[in-house]
């Protein structure tokens, strides 16, 4: 007798403005970039403040279960940020249905230079996205004048 495999949810990837606070500091945390001294109500303007914000969306229970997000100035250059999946739902592709999305919402405005800076472990994930590194260039950060930040 065979066993019948799990029924996947239905996921819908919505551009948004706003969403639940908590499920947006959740997926931070799922994502481990949320630090629990920093204030939940700046969500809501890192939501607003985004060029596109997307929230993958469980259809029966409406609960955000991924997310990512474009910084942009709107008319030339775009930052991929944030991309994340809930643990329970990765290995889905929603993820890259996540950054396909944003990625289409970019492209309809006009902007074409798209970048991100992957971690090691998701170079691959971007790569099969369209993504390539960007020779002779290096990622920095800001950490003050004199800072020997170490990252």
Not at 3 to 17: A, G, L, S, T
Request: charged share 20%; net charge negative.
């Amino acid at each position: 007798m065979m066993v019948p495999e799990p029924e996947m949810p239905e996921i819908k990837i919505r551009i948004v403005q706003t969403w639940d606070i908590t499920e947006i500091m959740n997926l931070y945390r799922a994502g481990g970039w949320w630090k629990e001294e920093w204030d939940p109500a700046g969500i809501t303007t890192l939501i607003f403040g985004s060029f596109a914000f997307a929230v993958a969306q469980e259809s029966r229970s409406g609960q955000a279960v991924g997310m990512g997000r474009v910084v942009s100035d709107g008319v030339s250059d775009a930052y991929l940020q944030d991309v994340v999946v809930d643990p329970a739902y990765r290995h889905q592709g929603i993820g890259c249905r996540i950054v396909e999305n944003l990625i289409f919402h970019c492209l309809q405005r006009g902007i074409r230079w798209i970048g991100c800076i992957a971690a090691p472990d998701t170079t691959g994930f971007y790569r099969e996205l369209g993504f390539c590194e960007m020779k002779g260039f290096t990622p920095m950060l800001y950490g003050g004048r004199g800072s020997d930040i170490t990252l």
